[in-house]
C-alpha cells in the first residue's frame, strides 16, 4: 500500500486510531473526524501511519497514527483532480477549474487538498465562503521559469490559491515563499522538520533546521 504525504484515508471507526489519549471532546461530533484522516508530512514507521483528523474549525486538528490494516481506502489528491467538473455548484469551481485548464497546458501532476480537497474526496461541508484553495504541486526538480509562470497566473484568479511543491525524497516549500525568497532562503518541509535552503545549481541546498508557526 502506497500512501504519501496529503493523501486522505478511510477508516471504519475511531476506534481504528492507534492512540486515543487526550483525544479532545470535538472529535466524536465532528463528521469530518468519524472516518477519514489527512496523512501528516511524518515517516512511515512499522505500517504506523500519522494521520490528522479536521473538526468544524480551523483550530480543530488533532495528531493520530492509524495502522495500515485499518484502512480501508486512500484518497490521493491527484485523483481528486478528475472530479472537478462535478462541482459546478461550488463557489470554488470557476477558480479550480481555471487551475485544471491551465495546468493541463504544463501536463503537471497536482492535485487540490486543504479543505476543498477533503471536501471533494468525502462529500463532507469543510469548506466556507471564504476558504483558500490549497493545492499540491508534484514536481521532479526545480524549475524556476515554470514556477514564476504559474505564480503569475495564480495572481490573476479572483480567490487565495496556495500551492505547495512537492518533490520526491526531499520534501515541499510554498511556492509564493520560494518565488520570494528563492535567492535568499526559504522554507522546505521534511519528513524530519523544516530546514531554512537555499538553491545551488538549479537544487534545492538543505540548510539548518527552522520552526515555523
Not at 502506497?2 to 486515543?20: G, L, Q, Y
Not at 530546514?195 to 527552522?210: A, C, M, W, Y
Request: with cysteine; glycine share 8%.
Amino acid at each position: 500500500m502506497e500512501i504519501k504525504v496529503h493523501d486522505i484515508v478511510r477508516f471504519e471507526a475511531m476506534s481504528d486510531i492507534e492512540n486515543t489519549i487526550d483525544q479532545p471532546g470535538w472529535v466524536k461530533d465532528a463528521p469530518t473526524a468519524k472516518n477519514f484522516g489527512v496523512v501528516r508530512r511524518m515517516p512511515i514507521t512499522d505500517k504506523i501511519v500519522p494521520i490528522g483528523l479536521r473538526g468544524n474549525k480551523r483550530e480543530q486538528r488533532y495528531g493520530a497514527f492509524i495502522h495500515e490494516r485499518n484502512i480501508i481506502q486512500v484518497i490521493s489528491p491527484i485523483s481528486l483532480v478528475g472530479r472537478v467538473e462535478r462541482l459546478a455548484d461550488r463557489l470554488y469551481f470557476p477558480a479550480l477549474l481555471s487551475i485544471k485548464e491551465e495546468f493541463k497546458k504544463y501536463k503537471l501532476a497536482w492535485g487540490p487538498t486543504g479543505s476543498v480537497g477533503f471536501e471533494i474526496a468525502t462529500s463532507i461541508q469543510a469548506t466556507t465562503p471564504s476558504s483558500d484553495i490549497d493545492i499540491c504541486l508534484y514536481l521532479n526538480e526545480i524549475e524556476t521559469e515554470l514556477l514564476v509562470k504559474l505564480g503569475n497566473f495564480l495572481d490573476g484568479l479572483d480567490r487565495r490559491i496556495d500551492v505547495q511543491v512537492e518533490l520526491p525524497s526531499i520534501g515541499a516549500f510554498l511556492l509564493n515563499d520560494y518565488l520570494k525568497y528563492n535567492k535568499t532562503g526559504f522554507i522546505v518541509r521534511t519528513k524530519f522538520g523544516p530546514h531554512l535552503s537555499t538553491i545551488e545549481n538549479n537544487r534545492i541546498k538543505l540548510g539548518v533546521s527552522s520552526e515555523i508557526g
